[in-house]
């Protein structure tokens, strides 16, 4: 089970560090991934982390403004989120797929979190 904390209301600008605790199971073996969906849009790819969270990967509307990172003894991966904008309101979703692989494909993923709301105001 995947369980994402830490949204909320913020302003453009603004930081947030959004938490996926996985529990069940340890997923400290697997890359993951974090996704979001917009209202009246398709989810789409952020960030994701190989397992020992060296190798990460970005969209380029995360890259340089949202960092990925792990803490696999706490089984929980962060997205750090800074210089938020307007355009960053979504659903935030972590996900896995249960291996070491980084993937930027939604399809690719079997294993989802309920998701928390980012609203960045302007």
């Known amino acids: 089970q995947l369980v994402e904390s830490g949204g909320g209301l913020v302003q453009a600008g603004d930081s947030l560090r959004l938490s996926c605790a996985a529990s069940?199971?340890?997923?400290?073996?697997?890359?993951m991934g974090w996704f979001r969906q917009a209202p009246g849009k398709e989810r789409e790819f952020v960030a994701a982390?190989?397992?020992?969270?060296?190798?990460?990967a970005y969209s380029d509307s995360a890259k340089g403004r949202f960092t990925i990172s792990r803490d696999n003894a706490k089984n929980t991966v962060y997205l750090q989120m800074n210089s938020l904008k307007p355009e960053d309101t979504a659903v935030y979703y972590c996900?896995?797929?249960?291996?070491?692989?980084?993937?930027?494909?939604?399809?690719?993923?079997?294993?989802w979190g309920q998701g928390t709301q980012v609203t960045v105001s302007s």
């Open positions: 069940g199971r340890t997923f400290s073996n697997y890359a």
């Open positions: 996900a896995t797929d249960l291996t070491e692989v980084i993937k930027r494909a939604q399809d690719d993923y079997d294993y």
């Open positions: 982390i190989s397992w020992s969270g060296i190798i990460t």
